[in-house]
């Protein structure tokens, strides 16, 4: 049973920096594409980040590109979301998953995690 754990939310000021975390079990994580979504009230779910099973390739929605980095351990079985410049908007429930790249990468994979907060104040 394949497991995702978010965790690194939190209330920052707009212009700083939270680092997301999102601990995977119950599957062969290295083989897997990894991804990260977010939630804001009275929206739908959107994609924001997405990385390559091998780390190789990334992909980011045109919103946080150049502000947010996606990251993978591998070793850790851990995918990150290094996230700069935070601006009110990006206020939301974000949620990490994984499975084949052409789901993460665009509606989202076969399983989720259960989504941590991050509150930017302006």
């Known amino acids: 049973q394949v497991q995702l754990v978010e965790s690194g939310g939190g209330l920052v000021q707009a212009g700083g920096s939270l680092r997301l975390s999102c601990a995977a079990s119950g599957h062969t994580f290295s083989n897997y594409a990894m991804g990260w979504f977010r939630q804001a009230p009275g929206t739908e779910r959107e994609f924001v980040a997405a990385?390559?099973?091998?780390?190789?390739?990334?992909y980011y929605a045109d919103s946080v590109k150049g502000r947010f980095t996606i990251s993978r351990d591998n070793a850790r079985n851990t995918v990150y979301l290094q996230m700069n410049s935070l601006k009110p908007e990006d206020t939301a429930v974000y949620y990490c998953?994984?499975?084949?790249?052409?789901?993460?990468?665009?509606?989202?994979?076969?399983?989720w995690g259960q989504g941590t907060q991050v509150t930017v104040s302006s």
């Open positions: 990385i390559s099973w091998g780390g190789g390739t990334t």
């Open positions: 998953t994984t499975g084949e790249w052409a789901l993460v990468a665009s509606s989202g994979g076969d399983y």
